[in-house]
């Protein structure tokens, strides 16, 4: 029904930067909020930016400063740029987005998720 795919990871060496671009497709009525999570090496899964249909971004505080979100709401589509990349920024960087789509009678919000696109930060 609705899609989110993922496009930009790769390998960058500290200091480096890199540009991530998830794109939403299928049916829906809007999107809502578009973030990035990202899931270091035997860690669990934890927010790194967000960016609502208007309004203010948040970031987590690691990379405030170095990461920009930006959406385009005509492509339906969200970027990450990540500029001074560390070593602990590595990780499998995942897109979410909370997606109304009509069911029915209804409208539903739910929050899907991209396949998740490979970061590694290494010399």
């Known amino acids: 029904q609705v899609q989110l795919v993922e496009s930009g990871g790769g390998l960058v060496q500290p200091g480096g930067s890199l540009r991530l671009s998830c794109a939403a497709s299928?049916?829906?009525?809007?999107?809502?909020?578009m973030g990035w999570y990202r899931q270091p090496p035997g860690q669990q899964r934890e927010f790194v930016a967000a960016?609502?249909?208007?309004?203010?971004?948040t970031y987590e505080d690691s990379v405030k400063g170095r990461f920009t979100i930006s959406r385009d709401n005509a492509k339906n589509t969200v970027y990450l740029q990540m500029n001074s990349l560390k070593p602990e920024d590595t990780g499998v960087y995942y897109c979410?987005?909370?997606?109304?789509?009509?069911?029915?009678?209804?409208?539903?919000?739910?929050?899907?998720w991209g396949q998740g696109t490979q970061v590694t930060v290494s010399s």
């Open positions: 960016i609502p249909t208007g309004g203010t971004t």
């Open positions: 979410n987005m909370d997606v109304t789509f009509s069911s029915g009678n209804y409208r539903i919000t739910r929050p899907f």
């Open positions: 299928g049916r829906f009525v809007s999107i809502n909020i």
